[in-house]
């Protein structure tokens, strides 16, 4: 670096090598004086670098100029820069692995907490120095900014979306911008309301329509009860047709066609379902760690979204007293994987029985039961609410539905319509012309046709 201009950017920019990563203390600083003048933009030669290193009181430290002329002179091929940055990096890494398994030996031989919280407690260790070498530096402001008008400006020329993940409802993407990293959002309903089914179409919009990862735990259904789920959705075939088999198997039967042709979508999408029904907080934020890794291997990028289905189904902490502190552990758990994954998790929630006793049953945020830390861990909070699910004539049941989102920490609250397809179960968004609260059985049906299903 001290003798090739070229060789700055490929340390700095490619590998991304840090001073940390040295092994000696005058190393450390040299290499720190020379990202700081590449930072502003001068060059890197030995004039400069120690110019800077006596500006910053450090010449003597690193053994005075003699010794940083002595390290240019000792380079053989300045073209082999990368390679060299990188085997610097490996002992790196493996002097923090072995920094680990000391500190990981310390907990084991003093017992600190039990084995299993123990365990993970070292895989996200772990997970931590392969993955997030400097996850938990302070970073100036002025870094934080050049990132966002980066991601500001993308927007706005349309070479980005949306700055989270993207649910495929355009107007729930409207109003939160797509589900952003890091964030928790509770999805919370009364049963048969279609909470499971609404995430599941999130679940699918992602996977299937944007290719992106997503890790689907559900502690209600199993696989079979999932896959039957997600190719009725995809296919418009009534799930309940599709779990009974009363559809033609004949190869050049419409129907099995749009079988097939679901199965085929499903096939290539990365939708990972675990329905282990005893889960604990631990095993699961174990789960998703690895496959976060797995991901990264395969796509650069790791998963997108994390689902949990549903919340108070999760094995509790039975050293908590009360069912309040042991779901609040969970939505705290949950909230702290989102932030190490730096990904949406979306939990869902069961509502306390109390809206069915007010005139207007909407779903208010103190109707979340067991509500504990729920309510303050989440970033955003969604209520699905359907008003038919309280009529009891099946005629005057017209599918519309609405997501009203009660809490959003960085934005807007207010209500996205949706029309719901029992049948299938699915949702879908209405026309313009039907609102939620002003449609029909036949509107619903022309809509769903239109699209499609």
């Known amino acids: 670096m001290l003798v090739s201009e070229p060789a700055v950017n490929r340390v700095i920019d490619d590998v991304r090598l840090k001073a940390d990563d040295f092994y000696l203390d005058r190393h450390r600083s040299i290499y720190a004086v020379m990202v700081e003048l590449y930072g502003a933009d001068k060059p890197c030669d030995q004039l400069t670098v120690n110019e800077a290193l006596a500006g910053a009181g450090l010449l003597d430290e690193v053994g005075g100029k003699n010794y940083v002329f002595e390290l240019s002179a000792k380079v053989s091929a300045p073209g082999n820069v990368r390679h060299h940055a990188e085997i610097v990096k490996e002992h790196s890494l493996l002097r923090r692995l ?91 309903a009364r049963p048969s309301v279609g909470k499971s089914a609404f995430v ?63 199965c085929n979508k499903l096939d290539q999408a990365p939708l990972f379902i675990d329905v282990t029904s005893d889960l604990g907080l631990l095993a699961l934020r174990a789960k998703a760690r690895r496959l976060h890794a797995q991901e990264q291997k395969r796509n650069g990028v790791g998963l997108s979204l994390i689902i949990v289905d549903y919340l108070q189904l999760m094995r509790m902490d039975e050293s908590k007293s009360s069912m309040v502190e042991k779901v609040g552990q969970i939505s705290r758990g949950l909230k702290l994987l989102a932030n190490e994954l730096e990904l949406p998790v979306v939990a869902l929630s069961q509502l306390s029985r109390a809206n069915e006793s007010r005139p207007d049953k909407r779903p208010v945020l103190s109707d979340l039961r067991d509500s504990g830390n729920i309510e303050q861990d989440a970033d955003l909070v969604a209520f699905l609410y359907r008003e038919d699910v309280y009529r009891r004539d099946p005629n005057e049941r017209d599918g519309t539905a609405e997501v009203i989102i009660a809490k959003h920490r960085n934005g807007p609250v207010g209500m996205a319509p949706m029309a719901f397809m029992a049948t299938i179960p699915k949702f879908v968004e209405p026309a313009p012309e039907h609102p939620a609260g002003e449609g029909s059985p036949a509107a619903v049906r022309a809509e769903t046709e239109e699209a499609g299903y």
């Open 98 to 188: 072995l920094d680990t398994s000391h500190q990981i030996g310390t907990w084991v031989n003093e017992r600190e907490a039990p084995a299993t919280e123990l365990s993970e407690r070292a895989e996200a260790l772990l997970f931590n120095v392969a993955h997030k070498e400097q996850a938990g530096d302070f970073r100036r402001l002025n870094e934080v900014l050049d990132d966002e008008v980066d991601r500001l400006h993308r927007l706005a020329t349309g070479d980005l979306r949306s700055s989270g993940t993207n649910t495929g409802f355009i107007r729930l993407d409207e109003m939160t911008g797509g589900f952003q990293p890091s964030n928790l959002i509770i999805v919370a």
């Open 200 to 262: 599941a179409n999130i679940a699918e919009n992602v996977a299937v329509g944007e290719g992106k990862s997503v890790a689907f735990f559900s502690l209600e259904m199993s696989e079979i009860e999932l896959a039957q789920r997600f190719i009725a959705s995809q296919s418009g075939i009534p799930g309940d047709r599709l779990r009974k088999g009363k559809i033609s198997a004949n190869d050049k039967s419409r129907e099995w066609k749009k079988v097939i042709e679901a």
